[in-house]
């Protein structure tokens, strides 16, 4: 009898693809000091970068499903693939912020038809009993490529700024050719999906909290990833990019193997309440830090960002009764349109009223976020239990 492969080939692919999609995020995070001395930028402008990027992201969610479903799974991705490759290396040729920032609003298009069809793949094209094992290298791919962006961006920016884009366009280009020759669209083709069923979805009220609870979070998290490289200036590229690996390690660590732990002995709702409260001290702890205690706090903060973001993101699907596309979709608009204004309103900040401010107006949202979450976690932890319950009903009916 022929054994079955641990991962299949078109599993393995769409991983690679997925680990240098998500270095992208982060690549620019050591660059940033840089960036804005080098081209004579300040903090709310160089935050752009972010903003452009993640906003973009946030309203590409509203077409991609409807995309991938109209043309097919296999030319979203390469669409969005192709994007990334031609963005991220006009990203490294930007002559100043404001071109910079189109480009990178581009790269953030790609990779959001990028990221939205490349878990329907991998489960379309795998087989029955592969599925749990491909389901957990993308998620493995995933937090990799989110600790291993800044690294890349450390180690190549001590050379050029320019040269972590043309690196990350390399690799995204090798991925492109493998999904191109390797890669077939899934037997099984999905309903059709219109761009109003997130909409839809967000008048459920279990959709709409969650959604918001995770929208107050990522406040705190891209103020973390996206603004905190500024107030560290002072530090290397290779140093940043090192102190943003080791926080997205912990990130990545939190995220699949403590979180799986936690909720099996506790809710998670309470697992997060607790993983909220200790993030909102990190946060209020960095506005009183100085320059040595500063990289510790940032690194240390990965553990909760790795608690909180699983969680949210198993809620997203687990509270919806809508299919787990559409749930999704709508729960990443929300929270991808939280994360775009955290980064230019603290470049804001910082430019008006110093650089630690920010970390106190990160903390008041995560304070009036974890009221905002007990106030409904009642309805949050009946729903669950409630949607879980009609699950396994499911289950044991097939």
């Given amino acids: 009898m022929k054994k079955e492969p641990l991962f299949e080939k078109s599993a393995i692919v769409v991983a690679f693809a997925t680990f240098v999609a998500f270095m992208g995020i982060g690549v620019v995070d050591p660059l940033l000091p840089l960036i804005a001395k080098e081209m004579g930028a300040s903090a709310f402008d160089v935050e752009w970068l972010f903003t452009s990027y993640i906003a973009v992201m946030a309203i590409a969610m509203l077409i991609a499903g409807w995309l991938s479903t109209t043309i097919g799974n296999r030319r979203t991705l390469i669409f969005g693939l192709s994007t990334v490759v031609i963005f991220s290396t006009l990203s490294g040729l930007s002559p100043n912020i404001p071109i910079f920032a ?60 320019r040269y972590p884009f043309f690196g990350t366009a390399t690799l995204m280009t090798i991925g492109l050719i493998l999904t191109i020759s390797m890669i077939k669209e899934p037997p099984i083709k999905e309903v059709k999906k219109n761009p ?111 608690l909180n973001n699983s969680i949210l993101t198993s809620n997203a699907i687990s509270i919806s009764p809508y299919s787990r596309s559409i749930s999704s979709a709508a729960y990443n608009l929300i929270r991808w349109s939280g994360a775009a204004i955290a980064p230019v309103l603290d470049g804001f900040i910082a430019d008006k009223f110093g650089l630690l401010l920010s970390y106190d107006i990160a903390f008041l949202i995560s304070l009036v976020t974890i009221v905002f979450t007990l106030i409904n976690m009642k309805f949050i932890e009946e729903r669950l239990k409630i949607v879980k319950e009609i699950s396994e009903r499911e289950s044991l009916t097939v």
């Fill in 102 to 161: 189109i480009y990178r609003g581009f790269w953030g298009l790609g990779n959001a038809l990028f990221t939205t069809t490349a878990l329907s793949i991998i489960v379309g094209l795998s087989s029955k009993g592969n599925i749990i094992r491909s389901i957990t290298l993308y998620e493995a791919a995933l937090g990799l490529g989110i600790s291993s962006g800044p690294l890349l961006g450390g180690i190549l920016g001590s050379f050029s700024w």
């Fill in 196 to 306: 109003s069923d997130v909409f839809k979805a967000l008048k459920d009220r279990g959709v709409k909290l969650n959604a918001l609870i995770a929208l107050g979070y990522n406040f705190g998290f891209f103020t973390i990833l996206a603004y905190s490289p500024l107030t560290i200036a002072d530090l290397s590229t290779f140093t940043l990019g090192t102190i943003y690996f080791y926080w997205g390690i912990l990130v990545a660590f939190f995220s699949v193997v403590i979180f799986n732990l936690m909720t099996k002995k506790f809710s998670n709702i309470k697992v997060f309440l607790t993983s909220l409260a200790s993030f909102a001290i990190i946060l209020v702890s960095l506005s009183m830090s100085n320059s040595l205690v500063r990289p510790f706090l940032i690194i240390l903060s990965g553990i909760s960002c790795g």
